[in-house]
Every structure is written in structure tokens, then in C-alpha cells.
């Protein structure tokens, strides 16, 4: 028997079919993706130590050592389920550009209509995703409040990688500032306490026009040697994303993409002072929770779940995404937030 168009199976299709809005911040610090058929998902977040091998006479039984520092918690990732409804008259009314409200049978303007909401709510989920990673990165932790939720997951970052030069002789803005300088200084420090090499500047507006007016008055420039070779194609730039250039092993990003806030205003996911520097390959997750839906069938551990149901009266469709994502900074030493300016 053929599945219909709102069959769950065919949505999870469609959902897997429609490409998601480019998110900067997940696909270059979040690459790894693990899917868990409970809520709860363990966090690891693992310090970094460089420990030598004791010695030992070759007679002598082996040392027993601990294992390398890890901090194992339990935490419930945060859900979001957010719906469209469809009326019955929509369907005589809903048109595509440059169509008349005419053209095409009403099924199909409501297939046309199913795609294009399908688009809406992909693109809602993927911004919330694109908005944990953000303030994960920035801030060192996630804060989830909405109906029935007020939860804050904090990665432990320590304090020595929330940089705030704001109003100090640090500032990048600042007379006699040497912005590089500051930076292969932070990068000591990351080096240092997570073993990972910095390989990735990505700066709000204000913080980039600082970077490049000092880097223009002392006669330097960035490299675009990155693009000649091909390493980095500016035409798969995500949304948001602009490639500065790179500079002693550093890629240089401006990034400027806003998301509305609950009370509808727009907000930057970056500030335009914010700067976040450290290494992209620092095992930063999306962990995805379970789907809480009985309609989910066996489909519990996915990413993304999508039904869609029927009220006879007044006639209407409902059509709704599900997800429980939750990004996480497992090596938290790897990533330092600098308000620069």
C-alpha cells in the first residue's frame, strides 16, 4: 500500500530531502553528530594533561596510572517541537510566486504549501542548533528557557579562556595595542592546557574592523593563499560568514548572522565585540536525544522527527518538527571567548 503524503516515514523523507539553511558555527567547531535513543546523554568534558611515563625497573610491576582527566555528566538534552498549521480554505488560496490563486489543482497547492513549511521548520531548527553553538562557544555554556524548561548546561571552561579586554589597556581599539601579540599569547595558553594547536579566529563586525585597521597600519595583510589553493572556497561560505584571510597558521573569520529573540527582536549570535579563538578539531558534538513522540514508531533515535495530524472542526492541519539537540564543548580548553573591544 503506497504511503500517503503526511504518512510520518514519507515527512522523515521529505525533512531528510530538504537541505537545511548553512549553520558556520556547527559544520566548522560541531562536526561530529551522535544520536541517543534515551533523553539523557552523557557529556564528557576532558581536560587536558601531559603526563610522562614513570620509570620502573624492568623486574618491577607495571606503574598503575589513572586515566586521563575526564568529567562524566548526565544531562537531559533540551527540546524543541515548533508546528504550522494549515486551514482547509489555504488551499484555495495559497499560491507560488508569479502563479494565480487559480493555477493548479487545490492538492496541489497544498502539496506547494507542505514544501514550503517543511523549509520553514527545518530552517527554525537549524537556527535554534546555530544559536546553542554560538553561545556555547562564547560563553562556555547552553541556556535552554522556554515553556516547561529553564536549564543552563555549563561545559566548565575555565576562567583564563573568557577573556574580557572591555574598557582596559587591552582593548583592541585601544592606543598602542598589539592585537597579535595578544593573540599568540592566547594561543600559548590553549596549546598549553588542551594540547590542541589554535587554527581559527572567528570575530563579530566591530572586532574584525579592529584586527584589519591594525594589521593596515603596520603594513601587514592577510593571506587569501588559503583560496588560491583551494583549501577554503568562498562560494560554500555559510550564511553569516565572511574569510578574512589567514595569518601564521590562523584563519581569520567575520561573522554576522542574527537570530529573533522571544520577544521578536533580532539579535547577533555573535556580538560584534566577540571573538572566539582556539582549534576547530576540538570534539565539539551535537548530541541529539531521543524523540518523545509515540508516533516516532521505532524512529526514536534520530536527529529530527516530523508528523503531521488532523482536527475535523474547524478543519485544519497540523504539521510539526521534533528535536532534542544538544551542542557540547567536550574539549573545553580548546576554545577561549575574547570580548576584544
Not at 6 to 26: C, D, I, V, Y
Not at 67 to 79: A, D, H, L, M, S
Amino acid at each position: 500500500m503506497p504511503l500517503g503524503v503526511f504518512e510520518p516515514r514519507r515527512l522523515m523523507a521529505l525533512m531528510e530531502q530538504t537541505k537545511p539553511r548553512s549553520s558556520f558555527l556547527l559544520d566548522t567547531f560541531f562536526r561530529r553528530r551522535e544520536v541517543s535513543d534515551t533523553r539523557a546523554v552523557e557529556v564528557d568534558v576532558i581536560r587536558g594533561r601531559r603526563r610522562l611515563a614513570p620509570f620502573v625497573s624492568p623486574s618491577s610491576k607495571g606503574t598503575l596510572v589513572n586515566r586521563e582527566g575526564v568529567n562524566t555528566r548526565t544531562v537531559k538534552t533540551p527540546y524543541i517541537k515548533p508546528k504550522l498549521v494549515t486551514e482547509a480554505g489555504m488551499a484555495l488560496s495559497q499560491k507560488a510566486p508569479g502563479m494565480t490563486v487559480y493555477q493548479g489543482t487545490p492538492q496541489q497547492r497544498l502539496n506547494r504549501l507542505l514544501a514550503r513549511d517543511m523549509l520553514l521548520l527545518r530552517d527554525m531548527v537549524s537556527r535554534r542548533e546555530e544559536a546553542m553553538a554560538a553561545e556555547a562557544l562564547t560563553t562556555g555554556r547552553v541556556t535552554c528557557v522556554g515553556e516547561g524548561i529553564d536549564v543552563v548546561v555549563d561545559f566548565l571552561r575555565p576562567a583564563t579562556h573568557n577573556v574580557v579586554n572591555t574598557g582596559t589597556a587591552n582593548a583592541w581599539d585601544a592606543t598602542g595595542v598589539d592585537i597579535l601579540a595578544q593573540l599568540r599569547g592566547h594561543a600559548r595558553t590553549i596549546v598549553q592546557s588542551s594540547g590542541l594547536n589554535p587554527d581559527i579566529c572567528v570575530m563579530g563586525s566591530a572586532a574584525a574592523d579592529a584586527l584589519l585597521a591594525q594589521l593596515k597600519s603596520n603594513n601587514l595583510a592577510l593571506s587569501m593563499s588559503a583560496v588560491e589553493l583551494g583549501q577554503i572556497t568562498l562560494d560554500g561560505l555559510h550564511h553569516g560568514a565572511s574569510y578574512l584571510g589567514r595569518l601564521d597558521g590562523i584563519n581569520y573569520y567575520e561573522y554576522n548572522e542574527w537570530a529573533e529573540d522571544a520577544a521578536g527582536v533580532e539579535q547577533p549570535l555573535i556580538a560584534a565585540n566577540d571573538v572566539i579563538f582556539g582549534a576547530s578539531r576540538s570534539e565539539a558534538t551535537v548530541h541529539y536525544g531521543a524523540i518523545e513522540d509515540l508516533a516516532a514508531g521505532q524512529n526514536w533515535a534520530v536527529p529530527y522527527f516530523v508528523k503531521s495530524w488532523t482536527e475535523e472542526d474547524p478543519s485544519v492541519r497540523f504539521l510539526m518538527a521534533q528535536s532534542a539537540p544538544l551542542p557540547a564543548l567536550h574539549r573545553v580548553e580548546a576554545i577561549m571567548n575574547i570580548k576584544a573591544l
